[in-house]
């Protein structure tokens, strides 16, 4: 049984880092694609950014670019989002999500984790 959970989120002033964390027990799938996506209040869920297990190749939604970093450890099951220069708008409920496709669509992710608040104050 695949399990996700996200962990990390929290309160930082603008300007601050977080690292969230993806604990993908039982997603052992070489081909497969963790991805972070966030909840703002009142909006739609968007895709952040995504990894490839396989390759490393990874994605990142223009907003992000530059300011967060995706990464993997497969020994440990593990992805993690390293989140600097945070702005009030990446306030949001991250979660992380897995599949064996690639691309920042909710449909390709058959596994969901709960999601972790993450709040930039100004």
């Known amino acids: 049984e695949v399990q996700l959970q996200a962990s990390g989120g929290g309160s930082v002033q603008s300007g601050g880092s977080l690292r969230l964390s993806c604990a993908a027990n039982g997603f052992t799938i070489d081909g497969g694609t963790v991805a972070w996506f966030r909840q703002a209040p009142g909006k739609e869920r968007e895709g952040v950014s995504c990894?490839?297990?396989?390759?490393?190749?990874?994605y990142y939604t223009d907003s992000v670019k530059g300011r967060f970093t995706i990464s993997s450890d497969n020994a440990k099951n593990m992805v993690y989002l390293q989140m600097s220069s945070l702005k009030p708008e990446d306030t949001a409920v991250y979660y992380c999500?897995?599949?064996?496709?690639?691309?920042?669509?909710?449909?390709?992710?058959?596994?969901w984790g709960r999601g972790t608040l993450v709040t930039v104050s100004s």
């Open positions: 999500a897995a599949g064996t496709g690639w691309g920042m669509e909710e449909w390709e992710y058959d596994y």
């Open positions: 990894i490839a297990r396989a390759n490393g190749d990874t």
